[in-house]
């Protein structure tokens, strides 16, 4: 019974470089969301999609970052030439689809934890 | 303001003793709220539901009063294990597909 996977569990870059970042849904499960956590802070979202489609990015900085979630495979958080105010632990969860009023919510992966150099 | 509001404590607790969290939240159209807990470099993992009616799962009671838009949370007999940084969690719909909106949450550490 995996749970949501996300993985490099971490990751160290220097200012400059990209940073991808993986993670597979709970079986059953097709949507997925990203959260930011930045050191003594709460979770933020990012970013919602769906199988090949991004449903809800209000959450996401204009430039550097983007997510997608393709038809086969995980989906990918990138972040290009990153800087150290990018250092973060960055959360995919994941829900499954729900067509009706529910309190059915999402489950969170171990998260990536992104360092800048 | 911040959408979902929380005392981030800490709250240092005696092993045994009745701990409650209160969380105010500012858009009267939220319609779900949730509580997580997070331990230390950890995910958020649900802990339970928030239901109009109030509700409890075990030691854990939780209410909702949509009027004054306040939530809360109530530990009793707690223990060691209950150690963690407790999150309020606010969704605007009843439909499970849709952002969550996180308090900075509230650091709890039960002394022994």
């Known amino acids: 019974n995996a749970g949501v996977m996300q993985n490099p569990r971490h990751l160290v870059r220097r200012r400059g470089q990209e940073a991808r970042l993986r993670c597979s849904p709970m079986?059953?499960?097709?949507?997925v969301y990203w959260y930011r956590q930045l050191p003594e802070e709460g979770l933020k979202f990012m970013v919602y999609?769906?199988?090949?489609?991004?449903?809800?990015e209000s959450g996401m900085p204009k430039e550097r970052f983007s997510a997608e979630f393709p038809k086969e495979g995980p989906s990918i958080l990138r972040i290009q030439q990153v800087v150290r105010g990018d250092s973060a632990a960055y959360f995919c969860?994941?829900?499954?689809?729900?067509?009706?009023?529910?309190?059915?919510?999402?489950?969170f992966g171990p998260g990536t934890r992104l360092l800048v150099l | 303001r911040k959408e979902v509001e929380q005392d981030p404590g800490p709250f240092n607790v005696p092993e045994g003793a009745t701990v409650a969290f209160n969380c105010t939240y500012s858009?009267?159209?939220?319609?779900?709220f949730f509580w997580y807990r997070q331990d230390c470099r950890k995910e958020p993992k649900l802990l339970m539901s928030?239901?109009?009616s109030g509700n409890e799962d075990g030691r854990f009671t939780a209410q909702l009063n949509r009027a004054s838009q306040y939530i809360s949370l109530l530990i009793r007999d707690s223990k060691l294990s209950d150690s963690a940084t407790y999150l309020c969690?606010?969704?605007?719909?009843?439909?499970?597909?849709?952002?969550?909106?996180f308090g900075t949450g509230t650091r709890l550490t039960i002394i022994p």
């Open positions: 969860a994941s829900s499954p689809r729900v067509d009706r009023p529910s309190q059915e919510t999402q489950y």
């Open positions: 079986k059953g499960h097709s949507h």
């Open positions: 999609l769906q199988k090949e489609n991004i449903i809800d």
């Open positions: 858009n009267s159209a939220s319609q779900s």
């Open positions: 928030v239901y109009s």
């Open positions: 969690v606010v969704r605007r719909s009843n439909f499970g597909n849709e952002k969550l909106t």
